[in-house]
């Protein structure tokens, strides 16, 4: 069975601090996805980053930032100098690889709040 | 292209009644699902559509729960009767695989609240 565990249930940080997002994960499978979904207050969920098993390079995008560590079974995620748009409800995700011309099927973490205060 | 549509917005009930969510994808997307979220269970699939066909329904909670796709631009979930603890937001995502990013999209949800 798949588990993704969000730890944080909520952050608050002051803007321009870093932040970062834990998540942790659990699965038999050798080749798996890992995702990042943020949930901005007007509810749908977006979706921000997808890595396989096999790639544990280090990502950045702008402000953001991804650590894939299969060691520990974690895929963390940091804001870098946070602003106040970045409050929102972010979830890591989890799927097996899909079958041929199958769609991916996460399985989802609890979330962590955000509040970047002004 | 306009994103993943979900009506209505927010729906309030009373318990017993039937209650309809409609979802219109992404033109295009050859995948769909049904989420709900609760403070209590978080994101939970529900089920998920391929090519209109359901593909798994595990995730339905009881037989109260049904889930129709009628064709590649509608799908609906349906409640009946509903109870409180139906109360949730439900999500509808759709994706698609050939030639894409195999990235699923979702629409802003349907808070339910059944009194």
């Known amino acids: 069975a798949q588990k993704v565990t969000q730890a944080q249930t909520e952050i608050s940080v002051v803007e321009k601090e870093d932040v970062t997002l834990d998540c942790v994960y659990e699965?038999?499978?050798?080749?798996?996805?890992l995702f990042w979904y943020k949930q901005p207050p007007s509810g749908e969920l977006v979706f921000l980053i997808r890595r396989n098993s096999f790639d544990e390079q280090n990502e950045i995008s702008g402000r953001y930032s991804w650590n894939f560590q299969k060691s520990t079974s974690s895929f963390n995620f940091t804001i870098t100098a946070s602003q106040v748009v970045d409050s929102a409800v972010y979830f890591c995700?989890?799927?097996?690889?899909?079958?041929?011309?199958?769609?991916?099927?996460?399985?989802f973490g609890r979330g962590t709040s955000l509040i970047v205060h002004p | 292209d306009a994103g993943v549509i979900q009506s209505p917005r927010h729906e309030v009930t009373e318990m017993g009644q039937e209650v309809t969510l409609r979802c219109k994808p992404i033109?295009?997307?050859?995948?769909l699902f049904w989420y709900r979220q609760t403070m209590m269970r978080g994101l939970e699939l529900l089920i998920y559509f391929n090519n209109n066909v359901p593909i798994d329904d595990s995730g339905m909670p009881e037989d109260r729960f049904s889930a129709k796709m009628p064709n590649a631009s509608f799908s609906t979930l349906k409640i009946q009767p509903s109870e409180p603890r139906d109360s949730a937001v439900y999500f509808c995502?759709?994706?698609?695989?050939?030639?894409?990013?195999?990235?699923?999209?979702f629409g802003a949800g349907t808070r339910l609240s059944v009194l």
């Open positions: 699965t038999r499978d050798t080749t798996y996805y």
């Open positions: 033109s295009g997307h050859d995948y």
């Open positions: 995700a989890l799927s097996e690889a899909p079958r041929a011309g199958g769609s991916y099927i996460p399985t």
């Open positions: 995502a759709s994706s698609q695989v050939r030639g894409a990013k195999n990235i699923q999209y």
